[in-house]
């Protein structure tokens, strides 16, 4: 703001005790940043496990006790911060392509069959309109239609699949990316697009809102995993692979298959 | 995909017309906020200045609710066009404009405007005549921040106005779009530069604002 005005000049009686108030909110605030503790476990998920990793933590912490923590994004953005060297212990990607990547650079690590869920892409619309009008003419009637960004996973598979359907470029002016595929999910389900692409977990986090009106086809765009991995830097090695084990386990199956997705 | 030129077209777009719309309205809060005392003076403040601190996303989030399809506002077609941008970058520049204004109001002596109006001079034409231009390097500064913020805004525009290509895709929401692409190294580095000396321009701009009303203010002393 510009200074128009002289400041009121304060009294060095208030100031002082001001200063020190000042300071140890500071210090307050700066020790609460770093605190001594041992570095918790860290669960680094992709965006559409949100609701599920959370589950599956709790249910692993019975086993194998001790504070996690996790941060969601999107795949892209986890493998950069890993790359980057970011604190982390499990890495759960939406594709194999970023699970590989970090693979391939010796950032993971992971056995044989790394793939833990699969999960599938819906067409979904507002729950009051109609449902069974079919693919293309869902998509030609919506004025916009709601993808997630060209760069995060949700994306890409919806552009594989709607290319596919021979329906890419007929479409493509009505497009509005949503940073994410939640954000997609909010649009269609408070009726501001007529029409969306997200997963089938996605729809059935607010089946009351959306309707599912068509599942894409794996073969439209290619089967949609998510991969488990131990960061090699981690922390938690030992802990990490036995998540891993957990993942496979029939309680986290049990867990997978009530979010929707499907356990592998 | 990603065009970064059109990207800072939009962003200027965006930001001039955020800047211009605001004018008319930080003027008169804040001549309202600085010189008049009412009921509901605070609440009006407060409501005014949310957007400063709410996070971009919750005002997003309550744009949306207000312009949305099932929004009071509705009607209005707003959300996913380019008008949405402008909503989003206006409504979190706006308290920046507000506040600048205020003080540039409240830097004016008001013995002038009494003795304008004293002599005869209505009191719009010496709002006009004397007040206005008192302030007007003070708002000026006001203007500079919020298109400048305007040119930074992300969290509310991603939810109004979506992320368009050539319609609502502005410099933040390119630089973003483009970070989660392996080739988008290029444009990347392209637009922070331009980000970084539209920056410069607009503070160097900010601090001449600031300079100039500090100056016309000793000078009619």
Known sequence: ?264 | MVDPATAIRLSLIVGLLATCLGFPVAVAAGWLLARRHFVGKTALSTLLLAPLVLPPVVTGLLLLKAFGARGPLGGLDVPFTLTAAVLAAFTVGLPLYIMAARSAFEAVDPHYEEVSVSLGVSPWATFRRITLPLALPGILAGAVLTFARALGEFGATTVLAGNIEGETRTMALAVYTLLEMPEGEEGITFLAWVSIAIAFVALAGYELTVRWQRRRLETRR
């Open chain 1, 1 to 264: 703001m510009p200074a128009l005005q002289p400041a009121p000049s304060v009294p060095g009686t208030v100031l002082g005790p001001l200063t020190l108030i000042a300071l140890s909110l500071c210090w307050g605030a700066a020790s609460l940043g770093c605190g001594g503790e041992p570095a918790p476990f860290r669960i680094l998920a992709a965006s559409s496990l949100t609701e599920v990793v959370p589950e599956l933590t709790t249910a692993f912490s019975i086993a194998v006790p001790g504070a996690v923590q996790y941060s969601f994004a999107g795949t892209n953005r986890l493998a950069r911060q890993i790359e980057e060297g970011a604190p982390a212990d499990v890495f759960l990607s939406a594709n194999t392509r970023w699970d590989e990547y970090l693979l391939e650079r010796g950032l993971t690590q992971n056995g044989q069959d790394h793939v833990f869920a699969e999960n599938h892409l819906v067409l979904i619309v507002p729950s009051d309109a109609p449902t069974d009008a079919g693919l293309a003419e869902i998509l030609r009637s919506s004025r916009r239609i709601g993808l997630a960004g060209e760069s995060v996973p949700a994306g890409q598979y919806a552009d594989l699949a709607l290319t596919e359907a021979g329906l890419l470029e007929e479409v493509r002016p009505k497009v509005v990316r949503g940073d994410n595929v939640s954000l997609v999910l909010h649009w269609v389900a408070t009726g501001e697009l007529g029409a969306g692409i997200v997963y089938q977990t996605d729809a059935r986090r607010r089946a009351g809102e959306v309707s599912i009106a068509h599942t894409f086809d794996v073969a439209a765009h290619g089967p949609i995993e998510y991969t488990a991995a131990v960061v090699t830097e981690a922390h938690h090695l030992d802990r990490g692979r036995a998540f891993l084990d957990f993942l496979r386990s029939d309680e986290a199956h049990e867990v997978l298959l009530r979010h929707g997705f499907s356990p592998r």
